[in-house]
């Protein structure tokens, strides 16, 4: 039973354009997101993070918004650069326990 | 500032065989998860060390045991390798046991 999913393994976005990255969730007790990013060879890195009572987050190019009824977050990338290209991994975790990731979603900015 | 360590880069193995992983934190983390990464998967979590005592477990069979030392530093140990513990292992650390986890570059294990 995957808890966090992300449906679209693959997204192609022009340079200069937004890129719009969709995580949605099925436990409602997670009260924390974040999302990371992962070049090959290398481990994730955190980008950014939000808590279930805000709906939006932002730093420097990169947004989150999280849809609690829906069970939704989306992570928009604006605008988007050819080094943003790699795998973008959202998680999810209930009081800082057991940090459940999604299976990724891989991200080419095209010049 | 160094930031998350793992040891070895790559490993390979024979089913039965038992590996163990090593993971430095980041300086100034205590805490130290690992996690499991399959191919065209998202990063499993196994379990968590903090203060030297196993704080949190995934879903994970007992095959898979660590340590933490005192210097926070971590082991990972899988005894009675299976074909499918072939995978990326992530350690990841943090100040606190809930806060943002950093991770390291990950060990590349493959069983034969």
């Known amino acids: 039973d995957q808890q966090v999913k992300q449906n679209s393994p693959s997204l192609s976005v022009q340079e200069g354009r937004i890129s719009i990255l969709n995580c949605d969730y099925t436990?409602?007790?997670?009260?924390?997101f974040l999302w990371y990013k992962k070049y090959p060879a290398e481990g994730p890195t955190f980008l950014i993070s939000?808590?279930?009572?805000?709906d939006k987050n932002e730093d420097g190019r990169f947004t989150v918004f999280l849809n609690k009824s829906a069970k939704h977050l989306s992570l928009h990338i604006v605008p988007s650069q050819p080094g943003d290209s790699a795998v973008y991994f959202c998680?999810?975790?209930?009081?800082?326990?057991?940090?459940?990731f999604g299976p990724g979603t891989r991200l080419s900015v095209l010049p | 500032d160094a930031g998350v360590t793992q040891s070895p880069t790559h490993l390979i193995k024979t089913r039965g065989q038992q590996v163990t992983l090593r993971c430095s934190p980041k300086?100034?983390?205590?805490?130290v998860s690992w996690y499991q990464q399959a191919l065209g998967q998202g990063p499993q979590f196994i379990f968590q060390?903090?203060?030297?005592?196993?704080?949190q477990r995934g879903n994970f069979p007992d095959r898979f045991s660590g340590h933490q030392f005192p210097n926070y530093s971590s082991e990972l140990n899988v005894n009675a390798l299976l074909l499918g513990d072939s995978a990326l292992y992530l350690c990841?650390?943090?100040?606190?046991?809930?806060?943002?986890?950093?991770f390291g570059p990950g060990t590349r294990l493959t069983v034969l």
């Open positions: 990841a650390s943090s100040p606190r046991p809930s806060d943002t986890q950093y």
């Open positions: 436990n409602s007790m997670f009260d924390y």
């Open positions: 939000i808590s279930s009572i805000k």
């Open positions: 998680a999810a975790t209930i009081y800082g326990q057991n940090f459940v």
């Open positions: 300086s100034g983390h205590d805490t």
């Open positions: 060390y903090y203060e030297e005592e196993e704080r």
